[in-house]
């Protein structure tokens, strides 16, 4: 997911898979393999030994232990280090996944590890569970929420932070959710701006992803359109940039128009694909459990057939003031 | 390369990586790790399971040893045989990567477990190598490369043969190489023809991997385009239709001028790039590996930032008779 959306918007992808399944978890089971971490470094070591090691940007997904999350942090340290001549020449995108929905799905041991780790960020993108696991703060409203947010920037350093799927009962929003972020500000105070989007009634599987691998071609085209913002280190904007006029707000925007084109789309084909599927008379000792599986197998997101949305969307949602 | 290509045409890949390399071996080095037959026989096993293993085609390629080429046989026959009652619905295209230029780069056992096994293939896309030991027959002209041909299509009953790459001492034919093709008639006869391409002056890595997913959509599409042949065993054109006319010949014009395209935009970075290199101050310590190492890395084929090429090629080559 995340190497075809950074590649169809034009970027060149060293990806280092650090699982191989046969499908993704929705489907309850799955067979394939796990990289270890000393695979993980070894490939970084590989790319080192012939010069190939000339990155602009690194984004970090899911990790199955803490010994690869480690791993993957001293690649980022060392793509850091060697441009610490050259401010804002490298900047690393963190998705720190550990669960959702208040549950853990990784090792216990994952979450220290992130913890040592994303001081070293320069973007994280937990989502509300993720968020609450790093502070050890519960976010049940807008002051909690931003008071994690603050915390995350002065505890951790972090300049720039987005909560992807907040899910609050805020009066009125009904049917929609947000994603909320900020960049700090020299004293890192944060600022704070919030997307609200519709939500789509269908749990699909690898929006995550998808989301951070816009986000980071997003954000870099956004700095990219901001003068003298492209060589300040991890791209911190001025201080009198408002919330709301952020490069990360502006890539938000339409980060969030190009996923929510794809999702409807994908809502559409689903929806069709269930409908014959109930219609058509049932084989012999077909149960349960298949049904359960060709319906997840309907719910994936179809981005190949619209990698247009990906390329040009029509911005449809703007940020807010939070 | 492959599954980049084939999703940058539209369509819907679940890859099986048979290597995680840091590199091409182009570089002489690399770090990383190669899938056992057992782990490929999971994967698909794991596809299996969860009602993923509808495919219209498969592309196989290099496979690091001969018990991954028979896990890889295994699951064509597999797909192979589900589609027994629907003709044409199932088709397998297959490389069998072994050599190139006289030398073998793969272990001994793999040519046996190749020739046990594309029988079974639909198209196969061997180079002059390939060919040759495939069929055990030296290719020295244009005679001998229509006797090998006609071998492959008797012997083992392949209906579509492309042979990429041909270097032959034709006269008048100085800087350029010819791509060749077949489909055989009902009764295993050769039809063939070939595209001449101007040679760029260059080593290219995955140029293979290349021709083989845009051949794997492009033929797709000509079938497509074809009345009734989609519908056909193996999509086998009626007898009457020559040589030049063949949807393969059809795919194999857009695949080359595709290539040619992303090639020579490729050469022109490169030939920069190295201009550039070889101006500037040397660094201490640097010698003649790194020097190699560098310029192979200003060789690798800029597909990403090309891949209009892909979509929408300009015909620049036509099909001959041969």
């Not at 020449?89 to 590890?113: C, R």
């Not at 973007?123 to 049940?140: C, R, S």
């Not at 390329?311 to 703007?318: D, I, K, N």
């Amino acid at each position: 997911m995340a190497t075809f959306v950074m590649q169809s918007l034009g970027c060149e992808v060293a990806a280092i898979n650090t699982v191989q399944l046969s499908n993704h978890l929705g489907y309850g089971q799955a067979k394939g393999t796990r990289a270890t971490a000393s695979e993980i470094t070894d490939l970084y070591q590989g790319l080192k030994d012939s010069y190939l090691d000339s990155f602009d940007m690194m984004l970090s997904g899911y990790l199955p232990g803490a010994a690869s999350v480690e791993a993957v942090g001293a690649i980022a340290r060392d793509l850091k280090y060697k441009a610490t001549m050259k401010p804002g020449s490298f900047f690393w995108v963190l998705d720190p996944v550990m669960g959702d929905n208040g549950k853990l799905y990784v090792a216990e041991d994952v979450v220290p590890a992130y913890k040592a780790l994303i001081k070293d960020a320069d973007l994280i993108l937990p989502n509300q569970f993720e968020a609450e696991t790093l502070t050890g703060m519960k976010i049940v409203d807008g002051e909690s929420l931003r008071l994690a947010i603050t915390k995350l920037h002065e505890t951790y350093r972090i300049p720039h932070i987005m909560i992807t799927s907040v899910k609050l009962p805020i009066p009125g929003a009904v049917g929609s959710l947000s994603v909320v972020g900020s960049t700090a500000t020299s004293s890192f105070q944060p600022r704070i701006f919030s997307v609200k989007i519709p939500a789509i009634d269908c749990f699909f599987s690898g929006t995550g992803d998808m989301f951070a691998a816009l986000m980071l071609v997003r954000f870099r085209e956004a700095v990219t359109n901001t003068a003298a913002l492209m060589t300040r280190s991890s791209w911190i904007s001025e201080d009198d940039v408002e919330a709301t006029k952020l490069p990360l707000a502006q890539a938000t925007e339409k980060v969030l128009s190009s996923m929510h084109a794809v999702l409807t789309e994908t809502k559409g084909r689903r929806d069709r694909e269930l409908e014959l599927y109930d219609r058509r008379i049932k084989g012999p000792g077909e149960g349960e459990k298949q049904s359960r599986l060709v319906k997840t197998k309907a719910a994936e997101v179809r981005l190949v057939r619209n990698r247009g949305c990906l390329r040009s969307p029509g911005v449809l949602f703007r940020a807010e003031d939070f």
